[in-house]
């Protein structure tokens, strides 16, 4: 392997760490444990759905499609809206949103009043929530960071919370949904959305109301949006190959979690146990970001850490022998999946804020988020199918060789001959 140059120093920032940011430090904490409580709907819901309800493979990705279509139809359309309004009041109405619907679902179980057409539709409704609150706060971070020297911090941190959310959260939410059942674990998300809201609530730092444009055009916004992401080379390949690489992660996470229930009869502990163990990949990955990107080129290591993440699932339809070594190699392939992403996500979010302005940032996001989530979205849904077809470990297989091929487009990136962020955002041609 050829070993990579390092990078030219980065010079210290003159701002003081986030360490001292009091209103970055209550958003990053209430984000986490809102993260946490995700984590544990992420796995509760698909086995409230397969347990309570007998759900088909089919039947169980097109809840997760459902989970994540509206980023598809309405992240564009949301982030557009969102640029015309301040970001924390609509964070907080996002995230009381999510807490009564997902606190609805042990209600209704309770009062025997669920089932699987409206868990559905809830999920639905959660997605939709959870649009507004994405492509706001990434928007909202830069508000409370000093400087773009910043954004590198910002973006470990928040990603480092990710990851720790990743590892403590489906090993909660097997616990949980072992003992209490997958519909009242849900209780555990709703709880963490009170968290986050009360974060946001005590919050001080101004935040500037949008200047108006001198003209206002829904669609025109939209189009400048995704024009601004499809004319800039980094910003487009960062967003293609996001497309492909959330499409494999959703695809083979949902594809091992029909496997594991009901080929391998993995019980709800056991499967949180492998996510959690696996996920200590992402926290690893977030937490030596910083470092790894100081000593080495930045393209190098987005394409070190994308191609762990793409080949990662070829490990998974290979697993077989005793059971106790079957659940150390699916752990092994999910861990190297979560290293790539926790230190390609600093660097993907990074150059997306860096690049971008801030009367843009909205939009971008969005953008992103439909392209992204786009992705997981109908991964969700090729993955109910797929298996239903081709049975679990087939399923797996032809979502692994997939995803290796993805790599090729990887190694041809522009991304990958950066090495170093940005000096500063462009300015977009127009006005929106």
Known sequence: MTQLSPAPAVSTPSSP??????DFLRFWLGETVSLLGTQVTNLALPLTAINAFGATDEQ??????????????????????????RRRPVMLGANLVRLVLIGLVPVLYGLHALDLPVLMAIACAVGIASVAFDVSWMSFVPVLVSGPERYVEASARMGASSSAADVAGPGLAGVLVSALGPPVAL????CSYAVSVLSLLLIRTPE???EPAARRHLWRELADGLGWVMRDRVLRALALIGFCCNFSMITVWTMFLLYGTHDLHLGSATLGTVFALASIGGLIGS?????????????????????ALLLGPALLPLAGGPRALMVAVFVFSF??????LGVAGVIIVSLRQAVTPQSMMGRMTAAFRTLLFGGGSLGGLSAGLLTAHLGGRGALTVAAAGSALVVVALVLSPVVR???LPSGPRQPA???
Do not use: C, E, K, M
Request: without cysteine.
């Open 17 to 22: 760490s986030l360490w001292g940011n009091g």
């Open 60 to 85: 169980v990705g097109l809840l997760r499609f459902l989970q994540l279509v509206p980023y598809l139809g309405l992240a564009l359309l949301i982030g557009t809206w969102a640029d015309r309004h």
């Open 187 to 190: 209780v555990v998300d709703a």
């Open 208 to 210: 500037a109301r949008p």
């Open 287 to 307: 937490l030596i970001a910083r470092r790894v990107i100081a000593r080495f080129p930045l393209g190098r290591v987005y394409l070190v850490g994308q191609s």
């Open 335 to 340: 861990f190297t999946t979560y290293l790539g």
């Open 418 to 420: 950066l090495r170093t």
């Open 430 to 432: 127009a006005a929106g």
